[in-house]
């Protein structure tokens, strides 16, 4: 099913690509010629996708929080435009209450909206864009940034595209204020060794990327703060003296109100 959706979204970035060389959901809903409305609509929604007098209506949000970049607005309408295309949501929509309200940036666990998800993240960073553009194994917060810049979508939609389709091992933890909201680890780092990662944040190594950006670190310019670390730091089943617990390079992304991005991936340099 998910397969299905990213062939989707993969080739319709072909269909409405542009420039950057993914795909685009201005050009896709104006290529559909569906009414895009952007505005503040403070926090009432990200975005909302609206079946009404026989017509689809889009609305993202693009005021009153300046942690919405341009890169999330992007993301959020991308999402919307998975509704759309994808046949059962724009069904639903059209056939239910008619206003699909999103909850969008891999934070819901609505099939729908994961659905919506996946499907931005392909249509905005398609695999094979992707590859052309990086090809080292050795990517990290760098890589990511750029293509969260490249590609105009948020951090998150850029870092889970790098740890899905670039060649190498890698841990996302997304962090709240002081909890993890979600923990990504590639599935053959997983299988290796089945381990969850710390959940608070009074757990970190005092002076590691993740702490420092936390606790209002002044952020270099390149846009985070990298530390090495070990791995059982992070991982608590880890035993210091275990031969498992390698050196791991740790890189945070700060996210303003969306939180903190930490990057955990093997040192192999
Ligand atoms: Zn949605």
């Given amino acids: 099913m998910n397969e299905d959706i990213i062939q989707l979204a993969e080739n319709l970035a072909e269909d409405h690509k542009y420039a950057g060389g993914g795909g685009d959901p201005h050009i896709g809903f104006g290529d559909y010629e569906v009414d895009l409305v952007e505005d503040d609509f403070y926090n009432a929604f990200e975005g909302l996708l609206r079946y009404k007098d026989g017509e689809f209506q889009v609305f993202i949000n693009t005021g009153h929080n300046h942690s919405r970049t341009k890169g999330r607005c ?42 919506a998800d996946i499907f931005a993240a392909h249509f905005l960073v398609p695999t094979k864009a992707l590859q052309k553009r990086h090809k080292s194994p050795n990517w990290g917060a760098m890589e990511i940034l750029d293509v969260h810049a490249h590609f105009e979508t948020s951090v998150t939609c850029a870092a889970l595209r790098c740890q899905a389709s670039l060649p190498g091992n890698s841990t996302l933890i997304l962090w709240g204020k002081t909890e993890v909201r979600w923990q990504r680890m ?80 093997p040192d192999c340099r």
């Fill in 74 to 115: 992007r993301f959020t309408a991308a999402h919307e435009f998975g509704h759309y295309c994808i046949k059962s949501h724009r069904d639903s929509i059209r056939s239910g209450k008619g206003t699909h309200f999103s909850k969008s940036g891999f934070q819901s666990k609505e099939p729908m909206e994961r659905e």
């Fill in 186 to 265: 590639d599935r053959d780092w997983w299988f290796d060794l089945p381990a969850r990662s710390i959940r608070n944040s009074s757990l970190l190594a005092n002076g590691s990327a993740t702490e420092k950006v936390l606790n209002g670190y002044p952020i270099p310019d390149e846009g985070y703060v990298r530390t090495g670390t070990t791995r059982s730091h992070w991982f608590p089943r880890i035993a210091p003296w275990s031969t498992k617990n390698d050196i791991l390079i740790e890189e945070a992304i700060p996210l303003g109100d969306y939180g903190v991005l930490t990057i955990l991936r």
